[in-house]
T-cell receptor, first 116, second 113 residues
């Protein structure tokens, strides 16, 4: 069965600190995709990144970076120099080819609070 | 800008009174999803359409129905809302590739009195 675990329920940091959100996944399939979404207090889920199982290159986008390690089944997300606007719930999610209808399997989310 | 629109953003209904939530998209995506999200939980998939093909999740209550009259619009009907149906309802769309990201609307927060 496929599963996404975000062990950190809540994280609180002070502005300008770096913060890493952990994501560990389980799947038996060799072809799968991993995603990160941001859900600010307004409620809309905002797509951040998609990574396929064959591409282990890390990615950087501005203050955001992602570390994908198949050896540890992890896809961690780091925010550098955090800002108050980064406060949100962040969801890690997985799609695998063996599942029906290619559904997104979400982790339970991590609530990030960035204090001024 | 192409987007996913949900109306209304906030909906209040009475226990047992049918309610319809709407979703429209300008992305021309052929897949549309409805999710239910309760407080401090991940979104839970209710059903989705692949074009006109309807796919219901096994644990979606019969109380929830959906209609998709055309590519752009999709509706969620709750026939007899209970207090437990109070939640955020999120609509999402996806392009052709099964591995594409889903694009979400802003959601409709449903309150049941």
């Amino acid at each position: 069965a496929q599963k996404v675990t975000q062990a950190q329920t809540e994280i609180s940091v002070v502005e300008k600190e770096d913060v890493t959100l952990d994501c560990v996944y389980e799947t038996r399939d060799t072809t799968y995709y991993l995603f990160w979404y941001k859900q600010p207090p307004s409620g809309e889920l905002v797509f951040l990144i998609r990574r396929n199982s064959f591409d282990e290159q890390n990615e950087i986008s501005g203050r955001y970076s992602w570390n994908f390690q198949k050896s540890t089944s992890s896809f961690n997300f780091t925010i550098t120099a955090s800002q108050v606007v980064d406060s949100a719930v962040y969801f890690c999610a997985l799609i695998w080819s063996g599942g029906s209808n290619y559904k997104l399997t979400f982790g339970k989310g991590t609530l990030l609070t960035v204090n001024p | 800008d192409a987007m996913v629109i949900q109306n209304p953003r906030y909906q209040v209904t009475q226990f047992g009174k049918p309610v319809t939530l709407s979703c429209s998209q300008t992305l021309n995506h052929n897949v549309m999803y409805w999710y239910q999200q309760k407080s401090s939980q991940a979104p839970k998939l209710l059903f989705h359409y692949y074009d006109k093909d309807f796919n219901n999740e096994a644990d979606t209550p019969d109380n929830f129905q959906s209609r998709r009259p055309n590519t752009s619009f999709c509706f969620l009907d709750i026939r007899s809302p209970g207090l437990g149906d109070a939640a955020m309802y999120l609509c999402a769309t996806r392009g052709d590739s099964d591995y594409n990201e889903q694009f979400f609307g802003p959601g409709t927060r449903l309150t049941v009195l």
